[in-house]
């Protein structure tokens, strides 16, 4: 049987060592318990006649769109007949019956008309909802830009295959899993795995006051009592107390809906952590670019929490009004309530046109205005550059930081300048920016997020640092956390361990995903008491990682504590079950559990689900390899390296289940595709060299297993492999040269010895 990597994913003094409390950072939102709150969600009416000026800022927000059936008041497209191509298919717009319809390429690639029955967000784009069986609504990948007023294409470029996850009666674009929770207030999702159904439901369509306040009944209660008969009560009987709510616990407010995550089941404003409710992304290579710039649409919390302004407890109400959800202010005057304007909002400080001074406005090639003359002057363009989402809508990074065209050149991450000064170049704005501010720039996380990415020797070390130095973000310390995990060595993994015993929930959590299990006993030792955390992520992402064999070394007690969150782990991940993601993580479960065909079933249907999910159709592989049924674990393979073929570690598991296979020309192919891709992996070598000696191709079997000695010298399989590649060649020199190294590395192992005899016997006189 071939080895495999196991593709991991969101997976994720008793001598159980309990967390100390003191090291234990609660980050309570103030909630009350629902025991104690029986509260109901009434709706945002009921608010209005106490609360009217908020109520009147919230009508016209973005929040009040946030959904709405689709009437003449709410449809902002043009449905009169209008028509769209896009990739050769024209789809047209039009009315009927007093309702709004699409004539446009649907299920299976067919033409036909689609009722759409709500509308999808208000400015700068509106989307449009098509109902589905199975209680499915889906999002028109053709929207409408409020500001041209036209429609358009959201993948503009790309003609989308039915069968992919992305076209638009697929899973990406269904609103029940993907959209739903943000844009309606008590949103359930009620999705059923066995069925693949939904009976979703909501109090109010849009996003309304308790989106945020909680369900509310028993405060307009209280509140319709008369002035004299009214108790005095502890925030007036509202779950979660918004007045006195402290910076961190405000902006996690608001994390829910405006970050990127995995969402662990339904809000239900009681939760104490963020990590009961959700999992955040990581700094991840497909989301952020190396210094924590935006790259993927990821929303605005990880990219806010690593500002300075969060680190000094500025809070998302302090620019943004919370009910209108406008700025406060406008232009500078913005940064100018903490900013002192005589510093920085000066031409001394940004050496850019004021806005008074005239000028043509800058643009692009084809003609398109990006900046108006003296926009160099706001302080957003500079420390606040945004990107492009959905097509027309700009979005702001919030990690509201300091123009380093340094990095720009270094990592190739987004430099400010050259957004306006598109004919320039990241060196001349480094230049520009020493000659204004002076030379020295102050080293960059980003520059060990980097090295991490891409796996440099030297990475280690900082990353340990960083991942355990509390005057850094939490998720770029997170992010070092699951980075450390390509660096299998001793030192990482006590630095994996005391991760374990952090503060932070997503650390912990973090630390607990990647930890290495080389060592089942101690694995369990260090991981059991995580099954006690108060935060709902950590202790379920334990259970899994105790599942199956290793949940035998727990103690009774443990092992009853475990049982029950094995549990929550499971209901999270079919809460996620319309995610490939989530039926991945099950197939996972299933395989730790000894339950292979439960195994089968959640891989499939996370295949089902994103065909391109390539960790599921390497983990059933897997498992199929295991189960002795080969020919189907090489056709999912060979899919994986068609559509990926710089997955290196998958080539590698191809190539080592086709020599099993006795396939030796293919495996040869595949398995030197693997040695070029993981040029210091010593195992893809070793490998490779045995196969190229079985094939009696003496110099590439020689410079294949020479290079996994290279690589990991100590290691006596190698050595052995070598010594014996030179002894069918009689060439005695050398493997009486590996039976030294061997000696020196090993001298209480008696291979070393008995090859140099045998040398010695061979080759009369030889040393």
């Known amino acids: 049987m071939f080895r495999w990597k196991l593709i991991g994913f969101l997976a994720t003094a008793l001598i159980v060592i309990a967390i100390p409390l003191s090291i234990v950072k609660y980050h309570y939102r103030m909630a009350v318990p629902l025991a104690r709150n029986a509260s109901v969600f009434v709706g945002s009416e009921k608010c209005r006649a106490c609360h009217q000026p908020e109520y009147e800022l919230w009508k016209g927000s973005n929040h009040y769109h946030a959904m709405e059936v689709a009437t003449e008041a709410s449809v902002r497209g043009d449905f009169n007949n209008a028509t769209f191509e896009h990739a050769g298919l024209v789809s047209r717009f039009f009315r009927k019956d007093g309702k709004f319809f699409v004539h446009t390429q649907g299920p299976e690639g067919r033409m036909g008309d689609f009722e759409v029955t709500h509308t999808f967000g208000w400015n700068p784009l509106q989307q449009y909802l098509i109902p589905f069986p199975g209680g499915r609504m889906q999002c028109l990948p053709i929207a409408w830009d409020v500001k041209a007023r036209r429609w358009y294409h959201l993948y503009p470029d790309q003609a989308i295959d039915p069968k992919d996850w992305l076209y638009w009666t697929n899973a990406a674009q269904n609103w029940n899993g993907m959209c739903a929770t943000c844009h309606s207030t008590n949103l359930k999702k009620n999705f059923n795995v066995q069925t693949d159904t939904y009976q979703t439901t909501w109090s109010d369509i849009n996003v309304g006051c308790e989106a945020c306040h909680g369900p509310g009944s028993r405060h307009v209660k209280w509140a319709e009592l008369p002035d004299m008969a009214r108790p005095t009560v502890q925030n007036f009987e509202l779950p979660v107390r918004t007045s006195k709510l402290r910076s961190r616990e405000a902006v996690e407010l608001c994390a829910p809906c405006h970050s990127r995550r995995a969402i662990l089941g339904d809000y239900t404003h009681i939760e104490p952590d963020l990590l009961d409710t959700m999992l955040p992304s990581l700094l991840t290579r497909d989301l952020y670019f190396p210094d924590g710039q935006i790259l993927e649409e990821v929303y605005a919390y990880a990219s806010f929490t690593q500002s300075k302004m969060y680190a000094r407890d500025v809070r998302c109400s302090d620019c943004h009004n919370v009910h209108s959800i406008k700025r406060v202010k406008e232009g500078n005057s913005l940064c100018r309530q903490c900013h002192r304007g005589s510093d920085y909002d000066t031409r001394q400080h940004h050496f850019h046109k004021m806005k008074d001074e005239k000028g043509e406005p800058i643009k692009s090639a084809d003609g398109r205005v990006l900046f108006e003359v003296g926009t160099g002057a ?363 190294q061997m000696i020196a590395r090993h001298p209480a192992d008696r291979k070393g010895p008995e090859l140099k005899e045998f040398v010695r016997r061979r080759v009369p006189g030889a040393n």
């Not at 069918?728 to 030294?740: E, L, P």
Request: hydrophobic share 40%.
């Open 378 to 740: 706001e302080c957003i363009h500079c420390h606040m550059p945004g990107r492009h989402y959905m097509g027309v809508h700009y979005r702001l990074d919030h990690s509201i930081r300091i123009p380093r065209p340094d990095l720009s050149i270094k990592l190739g991450v987004p430099d400010a300048c050259t957004r306006c000064h598109f004919d320039k170049t990241n060196r001349w704005s480094d230049e520009t920016i020493t000659k204004w501010y002076g030379p020295g720039r102050r080293p960059h996380y980003g520059e060990i997020i980097h090295a991490g990415r891409n796996r440099q020797p030297a990475a280690a070390e900082s990353l340990m640092r960083l991942a355990e130095d509390p005057l850094y973000p939490v998720v770029v310390r997170a992010t070092a956390v699951e980075l450390l995990a390509g660096y299998p060595d001793e030192a990482v993994a006590a630095a994996l361990e005391r991760a374990l015993m952090d503060g932070e929930a997503l650390i912990r959590r973090t630390a607990v995903n990647h930890l290495p299990a080389a060592n089942p006993q101690r694995h369990v030792r260090l991981i059991a008491p995580l099954l006690y955390d108060p935060v709902k992520a950590v202790r379920t992402e334990a259970a899994a990682r105790l599942a199956g064999p290793p949940s035998r070394l727990l103690t009774d007690d443990q092992r009853r504590v475990f049982a029950q969150t094995l549990k929550e782990y499971v209901a999270s991940m079919e809460y996620s079950g319309d995610f490939a993601f989530g039926r991945f993580n099950l197939g996972n479960l299933y395989v730790a559990l000894g339950q292979p065909q439960q195994a089968i079933d959640n891989f499939k249907a996370a295949i089902k689900i994103d065909d391109l999910s390539y960790p599921a159709k390497v983990n059933l592989a897997m498992l199929y390899n295991q189960m002795g049924r080969n020919a189907e674990a090489e056709t999912l393979l060979r899919e994986v390296v068609r559509a990926y073929p710089e997955l290196h570690d998958v080539q590698y598991s191809l190539g080592l289940l086709l020599a099993e296979e006795k396939k030796y020309i293919e495996a040869e192919r595949h398995l030197a595709l693997a040695a070029r891709g993981i040029p210091d992996g010593s195992r893809v070598h070793y490998n490779l060299g045995v196969l190229y000696d079985y094939l009696r191709k003496d110099r590439q079997a020689e410079v294949a297993l020479s290079r996994a000695v290279e690589i990991d010298p100590d290691n006596m399989d190698y050595l052995q492999a070598l010594a014996q590649h030179y002894l069918r060649r009689d060439n005695f020199a050398a493997a009486g040269r590996i039976a030294d």
